[in-house]
């Protein structure tokens, strides 16, 4: 329902022009970095705070809505923003803010794609997915998903001298369309009959509940396949460390979660989803991806391969969370699938603060060393302190302790699976808190992961010599670290106010708000105060002090002294960097306890070798079962095809013939 | 919150601090006399610890602010960890800031800052202590967290104290899926406490240590509060143990004084009991192989799992 002048889409739409006017503007100067870097990124970063404010305050009116007049004839673009929308919107500005700050000071010359170039794609990028989250028919949706898909493949390409990144974006836009496709026919079948596509149509559409699933299917295979979800992930490590490091950001930040906005968008507020097995599907296909992703993440050795698999796995129990919410839906629980919801969208947020955060953490990193290969890093918390303690806050967000962000989530999500032996159903009373299971471990094992990324990069001693020449990242990259790890410490703190803007969401979608959250400001108590809480800001409060404590009492009972003397060497010569652990080291076990999972390839030293060679590899297996027989049945069916196509003209011409006397024959 | 409950929140947390090395000196005890031999006393621990007080700090040349800043984080997690466990009284004003699921994140955090630390210096026994660390903490944390949840779904709460209180109430009964819980629990303290048969907590410079290979570059005051909160955790485990399995003679509410004089001298006796059966535990046993210690903690998960599920089964 619209009430009053939609003030805030009005001045969210005219910022997403903005954005596609600075990178307009860059190419006014496209090689001059002072410009484009400088000059450009921070306005961008500053229409991403001004985007932040205005989706706050779009979370307290009601939906707005606007008609543009523009586009193909009888088909204006419909624009809306509700809860949902703003909340995505929110998620979009603050993150981005903080990307585009780091951008300005990232951005050299001589990478690649001119930076005029690189700035006009990167805010196309952050402008389509802008309009992704605002468009409200079908044909404004497939433009805003389809430029984000271009303007993401050619920041994946930029430097497309490189063979790899070519066949990275290749996969990639590849992936992209399939996605696309199944998006196109999803909003096919959704408009039942009736050729409406704005999505006040296709709410109202009535279908049977074999095309609603169908519907269902298809988008989430969708937005699935855009999301990462296993087995339709394959592209995502090998995208998302291609781009630049701010680009990375962009897609695992913020891209990832705009996919998850258009699975809500479409199955709980086009589709109404209230079928139970709908969510245990996306609930299973998140638990599997939850947990490939995060054994995947353990054994790699490049670490933004590390962050593209540790997204995967966040985007599983995010997809968790997702079904969950279906699942209780159609139970008619609504009180807990709002909260479901909640959580879900929490992690939307706390995993786009917190992963950008990594990757552009890595970004400095390869600056500063030229290295991504964890073999030739380490140490660097001497060189690079700022980067390295910033990075912390979104190391210890993914792995998901307290107080930070991450945890919060978790703990949401937690609660809301400690009531599925509620749920009336004999059959899924069981079977749903085993998923609990399930997720606890992936997010334990994201410790693992966590830290063997930190401690490789960041601790120990250099494993090579010249990492000794490091320096710490510049001001303008520090302040965009300072804003995303300033945002997974504020998160982390003030989940109380986060479940009241969420609350909307759910009132929207679910048609049930979370409550009365707690009496005070401070105790997140979701359901009752008896059942379960907890509060961030006590908590933070007390480890500080008890820290704080600790350490004035031993200063002021006993001393202060320190001596500096030599690690300890095992008694025998001195060390070496090269005997600290290896990242292939530190994820043998996660590959010899999974082994099943991974495809290794390894080749062994035998004893008598004079320079033994040790080498493993660890592939996907899907990669195997689905993609490469897949691509051998795409070539047979063109080798097939091609048998029509002899090369002479005289047939091509006997081909159009016939072809027209087929169709003489079909008219008369 | 009143000053009656902040003052039985702080004297909680002090008596824990304070005890947690005799536990320790009475388990190092037991053993010793288990093995025919006299033992060190049960003050051993404190003595060692105001040894390490004493000594100048000797730290790597390349050891970073976070290698120092870590054994305090540890000891403040574990003290915090704590404030948690009603190990006396169940009425703790810091129960509520903090449930079951933040406690686990707690011992999460620990564990992780240790790890870091272990890496930082780059010596080999470091980081290989540091991941065999995260190995068995993986594995364990999950079974921990389905030991809570079957006990949450009992209590219908996730607050320890709340569970605590409502164990204690309630008439003896035996749940079956308790007894599961109960064993995996038990296979967690072992293996998160580093003791047999997962680690060795009295060996140094083996190569299959994991605690022990994590703390070697620690030394003086470092070392007595990285070991002071070793002895701080196995004296949570312990009392999270009993509050959930034994939860008989807590004092329930705020604390009263007449409860405590109940209290007080239950849960010293159910304490020495626990020092004796862990003592008895690592003497019958042996140190398994590192490999065999991820079935060991798988065990424990699965028998978590399949003690929630019996609960889902029998509803009890």
């Not at chain 1, 002048?5 to 739409?13: G, N, R, S």
């Not at chain 1, 307009?24 to 400088?38: C, E, G, K, Q, Y």
């Not at chain 1, 307290?60 to 004839?73: E, F, I, K, R, Y």
């Not at chain 2, 007080?53 to 790597?60: C, G």
Request: hydrophobic letters at 55%; charged letters at 10%.
């Amino acid at each position: 329902m619209m009430t009053g002048y939609p003030t805030e889409l009005i001045a969210v739409t005219a910022l997403g022009c903005g954005w596609l006017l600075i990178g307009l503007l860059a190419l006014a100067r496209p090689h001059s970095v002072s410009w484009v870097a400088r000059g450009l990124f921070p306005l961008g970063a500053l229409a991403g705070i001004v985007l932040t404010g205005l989706a706050l305050a779009a979370l307290h009116h009601s939906a707005q809505t606007l008609v543009l007049p523009l586009g193909l004839p009888q088909l204006p673009l419909h624009l809306r923003l509700d809860a949902l929308s703003a909340v995505f919107l929110l998620l979009i500005g603050a993150t981005s803010a903080g990307i585009s700050m780091f951008a300005a000071g990232y951005f050299r010359t001589g990478e690649g794609t001119a930076p005029g170039l690189l700035a006009l794609q990167y805010h196309l990028f952050l402008a389509s997915m802008l309009f992704v989250v605002l468009a409200d028919d079908a044909f404004s949706f497939m433009i805003a998903w389809e430029s984000m898909a271009l303007s993401s493949y050619f920041l994946v390409t930029s430097q497309h001298r490189i063979a790899e990144i070519r066949r990275a974006g290749f996969l990639y836009l590849l992936m992209a369309h399939l996605g696309a496709v199944g998006i196109l026919l999803c909003f096919g079948v959704l408009q039942g009959g009736s050729w409406q596509f704005s999505f006040a149509a296709l709410r109202a559409a009535h279908l049977t509940p074999l095309w609603a699933s169908i519907a269902f299917f298809l988008a989430l295979l969708g937005f699935g396949t855009k999301a990462g979800l296993v087995p339709l992930h394959v592209w995502l490590p090998e995208a998302h460390p291609a781009a630049p490091s701010p680009v990375s950001a962009l897609m695992s930040g913020v891209m990832l979660e705009i996919a998850v906005y258009g699975l809500l968008r479409v199955s709980l507020d086009l589709l109404h989803a209230q079928v139970w097995w709908w969510g245990l599907a996306a609930l299973g296909l998140g638990l599997l991806t939850a947990l490939y992703g995060v054994m995947f993440a353990a054994v790699q050795t490049d670490m933004k391969r590390l962050l593209a698999y540790s997204s995967i796995e966040n985007i599983g129990i995010i997809f968790l969370g997702f079904g969950l919410t279906v699942v209780f839906q159609a139970f008619r629980m609504p009180v807990l699938a709002a909260l479901a919801l909640a959580a879900t969208l929490y992690h939307c947020l706390n995993h786009a603060f917190a992963k950008s955060l990594l990757f552009l953490g890595t970004g400095s990193v390869l600056h500063a060393t030229g290295e991504r290969n964890f073999g030739r890093l380490g140490g660097l918390i001497h060189r690079m302190p700022w980067v390295a303690w910033l990075v912390l806050a979104g190391t210890l967000a993914i792995a998901g302790l307290p107080p930070l962000n991450g945890f919060v989530s978790e703990w949401l999500l937690l609660q809301s699976f400690l009531f599925t032996p509620t749920i009336p159903h004999d059959f899924i009373n069981m079977l749903l808190p085993l998923g609990a299971a399930g997720l606890v471990l992936a997010a334990a094992l994201s410790g693992y992961v966590m830290v063997k990324f930190y401690g490789i990069v960041f601790l120990g001693q250099p494993r090579e010599a010249r990492l000794a020449q490091a320096r710490d990242c510049g001001r303008l990259e520090r302040l965009g670290l300072l804003w995303l790890a300033a945002g997974c410490v504020f998160l982390g703190l003030i989940p109380v106010q986060m479940l009241a803007l969420f609350s909307r969401v759910t009132e929207e979608l679910l048609g049930a708000s979370l409550g009365t959250l707690s009496q005070h400001w401070w105790l997140l108590a979701p359901l009752s105060a008896q059942r379960a809480s907890y509060s961030p800001v006590a908590f933070m409060f007390s480890i500080v002090a008890f820290v704080a404590l600790t350490l004035l009492t031993v200063r002021l009972l006993y001393h202060g002294r320190v001596r500096r003397a030599a690690p300890w060497g095992c008694g025998g010569s001195s060390l070496t960097p090269r005997m600290q652990d290896t990242s292939e080291g530190f994820g043998q076990p996660i590959r010899q306890i999974f082994e099943p999972f991974f495809r290794l390839q390894r080749e062994l030293p035998t004893p008598l070798e004079r320079a033994p060679h040790y080498r493993v590899q660890v592939e996907d297996r899907f990669w195997f079962w689905l993609y490469a027989p897949a691509a051998a049945l795409v070539q047979r069916i063109a080798r097939l095809a091609s048998v029509v196509q002899q090369g002479r003209i005289s047939v091509y011409l006997l081909y159009s013939f016939l072809t027209l006397m087929a169709l003489l024959v079909l008219v008369l | 919150m009143n000053i009656t409950g902040v003052t039985a929140q702080c004297t909680e947390i002090a008596m824990s601090v304070a005890a947690a090395p005799l536990l320790l000196g009475w388990v190092n005890q037991c053993r010793a006399w288990l093995q025919n031999r006299r033992g060190p006393g049960l003050l051993q621990p404190y003595r060692q610890l105001r040894k390490l007080f004493h000594k100048d700090a000797v730290l790597a040349a390349n050891a970073s602010p976070l290698f120092r800043l870590v054994p305090y984080v540890e000891f403040a997690s574990m003290g915090l960890a704590a404030a948690i466990i009603p190990s006396l009284w169940t009425g703790l004003p810091f129960g509520a800031a903090a449930d079951t699921i933040a406690l686990v994140g707690l011992f999460a955090t620990a564990r992780l800052f240790l790890a870091l630390a272990a890496m930082d210096i780059g010596t080999a026994f470091g980081s290989l202590g540091a991941r065999r660390e995260m190995l068995v903490g993986f594995l364990a944390e999950p079974a921990l967290l389905m030991v809570f949840f079957t006990t949450s779904l009992i209590a219908n709460s996730t607050s320890l104290p709340t569970i605590a209180d409502s164990f204690a109430r309630h008439p003896l009964a035996l749940y079956p899926s308790l007894a599961f819980a109960g064993v995996a629990f038990l296979m967690v303290l072992l293996a998160e406490n580093a003791r047999i048969p997962v680690d060795n907590p009295a060996t140094h410079l083996e190569l299959t240590m994991i605690h022990e290979a994590m703390v070697l570059e620690y030394s003086a005051r470092h070392l007595a509060l990285i070991e002071w909160s070793a002895a701080l955790k196995l004296f949570n485990y312990a009392c999270i143990g009993l509050a959930l399995f034994l939860p008989w003679g807590l004092a329930q509410g705020p604390a009263d004084p007449g409860g405590l004089l109940i209290a007080l001298p239950a849960t010293a006796f159910k304490l020495l009991l626990v020092g004796a059966g862990l003592a008895l535990i690592e003497t019958l046993n042996a140190k398994m192989r590192l490999f065999r210690a991820p079935e060991f903690l798988a065990t424990a998960f699965l028998l978590a799992v399949l003690g929630l599920l019996v609960h889902l089964l029998l509803g009890s």
